[in-house]
Protein backbone atom coordinates (compact mmCIF):
# COMPACT_ATOMS: atom_id res chain seq x y z
CA UNK A 1 0.00 0.00 0.00
CA UNK A 2 1.41 3.63 -0.78
CA UNK A 3 2.38 6.24 2.22
CA UNK A 4 2.06 9.59 1.75
CA UNK A 5 3.14 12.26 3.99
CA UNK A 6 1.84 15.38 4.81
CA UNK A 7 4.13 18.39 4.05
CA UNK A 8 2.17 20.71 6.77
CA UNK A 9 2.18 18.22 10.34
CA UNK A 10 4.48 15.34 9.08
CA UNK A 11 1.74 12.44 9.45
CA UNK A 12 1.85 9.27 7.07
CA UNK A 13 -1.14 8.29 5.77
CA UNK A 14 -1.87 4.68 3.69
CA UNK A 15 -3.81 4.78 0.71
CA UNK A 16 -3.94 4.45 -2.71
CA UNK A 17 -4.58 8.33 -3.03
CA UNK A 18 -3.75 11.16 -0.68
CA UNK A 19 -6.74 11.83 1.26
CA UNK A 20 -8.60 14.91 0.47
CA UNK A 21 -7.37 17.33 3.76
CA UNK A 22 -5.17 15.89 6.29
CA UNK A 23 -6.88 14.21 9.24
CA UNK A 24 -4.53 16.08 11.97
CA UNK A 25 -4.05 19.45 10.62
CA UNK A 26 -6.72 19.97 7.71
CA UNK A 27 -3.80 20.21 5.08
CA UNK A 28 -4.70 20.06 1.74
CA UNK A 29 -4.13 16.73 -0.82
CA UNK A 30 -1.70 18.82 -2.87
CA UNK A 31 0.35 18.92 0.78
CA UNK A 32 1.09 15.13 0.52
CA UNK A 33 4.21 13.43 -1.25
CA UNK A 34 3.67 9.73 -1.91
CA UNK A 35 7.25 8.36 0.21
CA UNK A 36 9.31 6.26 -2.22
CA UNK A 37 9.17 2.36 -1.64
CA UNK A 38 12.39 2.11 0.51
CA UNK A 39 11.05 5.66 2.63
CA UNK A 40 7.49 3.19 3.07
CA UNK A 41 9.07 0.02 4.11
CA UNK A 42 11.05 1.72 6.54
CA UNK A 43 7.63 3.30 8.07
CA UNK A 44 6.13 -0.19 8.14
CA UNK A 45 9.22 -1.85 10.36
CA UNK A 46 9.46 1.38 12.34
CA UNK A 47 5.56 1.06 13.32
CA UNK A 48 6.24 -2.72 13.87
CA UNK A 49 9.73 -1.85 16.30
CA UNK A 50 8.14 1.15 18.00
CA UNK A 51 4.62 -1.27 18.80
CA UNK A 52 7.02 -3.93 20.57
CA UNK A 53 8.56 -0.82 22.22
CA UNK A 54 5.22 -0.21 23.72
CA UNK A 55 4.34 -3.98 24.44
CA UNK A 56 7.61 -3.97 26.43
CA UNK A 57 6.96 -0.64 28.16
CA UNK A 58 3.83 -1.64 29.46
CA UNK A 59 4.88 -5.08 30.49
CA UNK A 60 7.57 -3.43 32.55
CA UNK A 61 4.53 -1.44 34.27
CA UNK A 62 2.78 -4.45 35.00
CA UNK A 63 6.38 -6.02 36.42
CA UNK A 64 6.49 -3.01 38.42
CA UNK A 65 3.02 -3.64 40.06
CA UNK A 66 3.61 -7.16 40.80
CA UNK A 67 6.83 -5.97 42.39
CA UNK A 68 4.84 -3.07 44.58
CA UNK A 69 2.47 -6.04 45.31
CA UNK A 70 5.11 -8.25 46.61
CA UNK A 71 7.44 -5.66 48.97
CA UNK A 72 4.11 -4.68 50.42
CA UNK A 73 3.09 -8.37 51.16
CA UNK A 74 6.51 -8.65 53.09
CA UNK A 75 6.51 -12.38 53.35
CA UNK A 76 10.28 -12.26 54.22
CA UNK A 77 13.31 -10.74 53.63
CA UNK A 78 14.50 -13.23 50.90
CA UNK A 79 11.29 -11.74 48.97
CA UNK A 80 11.34 -8.67 49.52
CA UNK A 81 14.92 -8.28 47.96
CA UNK A 82 13.58 -10.37 44.95
CA UNK A 83 10.81 -7.84 44.31
CA UNK A 84 13.34 -4.70 45.06
CA UNK A 85 15.50 -6.20 42.45
CA UNK A 86 13.06 -6.93 39.55
CA UNK A 87 11.56 -3.37 40.02
CA UNK A 88 14.56 -1.72 39.38
CA UNK A 89 15.04 -3.75 36.48
CA UNK A 90 11.45 -3.22 35.33
CA UNK A 91 11.87 0.51 35.75
CA UNK A 92 15.13 0.18 33.72
CA UNK A 93 13.52 -1.99 31.06
CA UNK A 94 10.76 0.82 30.48
CA UNK A 95 13.17 3.69 30.55
CA UNK A 96 15.64 2.26 28.12
CA UNK A 97 12.01 1.04 25.36
CA UNK A 98 10.87 4.28 26.16
CA UNK A 99 14.04 6.18 25.34
CA UNK A 100 14.22 4.48 21.93
CA UNK A 101 10.88 5.39 21.36
CA UNK A 102 11.77 9.07 21.84
CA UNK A 103 14.79 8.87 19.71
CA UNK A 104 12.19 7.26 16.97
CA UNK A 105 10.13 10.29 17.23
CA UNK A 106 12.67 12.90 16.92
CA UNK A 107 14.24 10.93 14.07
CA UNK A 108 10.73 10.79 12.74
CA UNK A 109 10.85 7.14 12.65
CA UNK A 110 7.17 7.00 14.14
CA UNK A 111 5.12 6.29 11.01
Known sequence: MKKWKCGGCGLIWDGQEAPGKCPKCGAPAE???ELPEAAATLVERSRHTNTLHCRLATLARDIEAVCKDGIKDNLDPA???????SLQHAYEMMKLSMTEM????????WG
Open 31 to 33: KFA
Open 79 to 85: CVDVFNK
Open 102 to 109: QGHMNKSK
